[in-house]
């Protein structure tokens, strides 16, 4: 295993230290937590943002922390839910006296904990609700799951629910705004390399040169089915075509679309990704009002992608192209087609 870091049992204080130093003007760490939150916090008599999870999906979630996102980002180890209490404490930092909304990808260690920590904060007196990212669509259950996994797609809702929040919002209406993202939400990814979790020393699966893995999710897991290599715009066809299935989209449905690689994707492979699926999305007559590309949530150093498309009804693409500022989301980086 060659990997750069000093002692596998420290990746994620060593990392969190390494991002609050990098980003000062963004992040602070709490003293004694794996928490991390705005170094300039919210306005009080705003809602919050918490959302969090597993290390290894950099620059998911700490890279989200800023205005017109995220209030607070809770890190468990590689792969690993965070803890209840350390929730909690994300949940009290962000807390503005107008509640909080955590924003949990649907794996069942993040959500039990997440769902214990809301409990815990309900008794403190913090209103809070929470809604759960399930935009998958290559597997209905999984090891980690009951029903579909929350992967990539769960970036749009943190920022859909972060400029409703910024725009004054109450909580029942944040609530609601990234609901209707999640219902409007799908995504599919695959592998082309598996990546090494620190403390396994060793590759989750193994390929072949010649094959890769149809249907992964972003916790180093084997996909859906084993295949061999294909072009990327046979990829982008097969997955296109899963997505646009589920979601029931048709001629003139206008959607955003998030390109996001998995660790260790160059950003060229990225980008050839990115035109064939434009051009499947000219072709289906689905205008794309809203496009990112890179990578947003990994799986360590993975090889491959996924594609998340999300339908623009209701006022999803306001939110959308609202302004934000975060160490993974620069101002301007979010911008209009």
């Not at 799951?145 to 929350?150: A, E, K, L």
């Not at 209406?173 to 990546?195: D, E, K």
């Amino acid at each position: 295993m060659k990997k750069l870091l000093d002692r596998v049992e420290a990746v994620v204080d060593d990392m969190l230290d390494g991002l609050a130093w990098s980003f000062p003007d963004y992040l602070r760490r709490i003293p004694q937590t794996r928490v991390m939150t705005r170094a300039r916090p919210k306005d009080l008599g705003k809602v919050g943002i918490v959302s969090g999870g597993g290390s290894g999906h950099e620059p998911a979630h700490s890279g989200y922390v800023g205005f017109g996102m995220l209030d607070a980002a809770v890190a468990g180890e590689v792969f690993t839910s965070p803890t209840p209490d350390q929730i909690l404490e994300g949940i009290r930092v962000a807390d503005r006296g107008a509640g909080v909304l955590l924003i949990i990808k649907n794996y069942t260690g993040d959500v039990m904990n997440f769902e214990i920590a809301k409990d815990m904060a309900s008794a403190e007196g913090i209103l809070t609700e929470a809604v759960i990212v399930n935009d998958d669509v290559a597997v209905e259950d999984s090891l980690f799951t009951t029903g579909r996994r929350g992967i990539a797609g769960t970036i749009l809702v943190h920022k859909i629910a972060g400029a409703l929040a910024e725009d004054g919002c109450d909580l029942t209406t944040v609530s609601r705004g990234a609901n209707t993202a999640i219902q409007n939400l799908r995504s599919m990814g695959f592998a082309l390399a598996p990546c090494t979790p620190p403390a396994a020393g060793q590759p989750s699966f193994t390929l072949a040169e010649n094959e890769m893995e149809m249907g992964i999710g972003i916790h180093g897991e084997p996909g859906t089915r084993r295949q061999p290599v294909q072009p990327a715009r046979d990829l982008a066809d097969y997955v296109l075509s899963r997505i646009v299935e589920d979601l029931q989209l048709k001629a003139g449905d206008s959607v955003a679309c998030l390109i996001n690689g998995m660790g260790a994707t160059p950003l060229m492979e990225l980008a050839i990704l990115a035109k064939d699926v434009s051009m499947w999305l000219q072709n289906a007559n689905i205008p794309c009002n809203f496009a990112l590309m890179g990578e947003y949530m990994t799986s360590l150093e993975m090889a491959g992608a996924s594609v998340t498309l999300l339908r623009l009804r209701d006022d999803l693409e306001r939110w959308l192209k609202a302004p934000c500022d975060t160490p993974a989301m620069r101002q301007g980086v979010m911008h209009e087609r």
